[in-house]
């Protein structure tokens, strides 16, 4: 049984755009996803919300990779035209 020890993580900063062209960029986003170096193992984030929101952090489906809304420090995001969704679990 892996005892989990070591790990590797990967992110990768996006650029939300307001339409589809991509032309004027109103957020940004960090997408992070972690897993176990020695058994793969992906890890999932606890406690967020299932979806996609530029305004708060949330997961994937699965909550193996969390979605962190950011910005550049110091500057404004509009923010405008962005929609995001989120998923409820009905159990
Ligand atoms: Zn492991």
Redesign the pocket.
Known sequence: M???QNFTANVSVGRLAADESGEKIVGFSADIAVK?L????PFEFIGLPMGYSPTQPMCSVDGTEARMPLKPRGEAMSLEGLAGFSIRKVV
């Open positions: 892996c005892e989990h176990c020695d058994c793969g193992v």
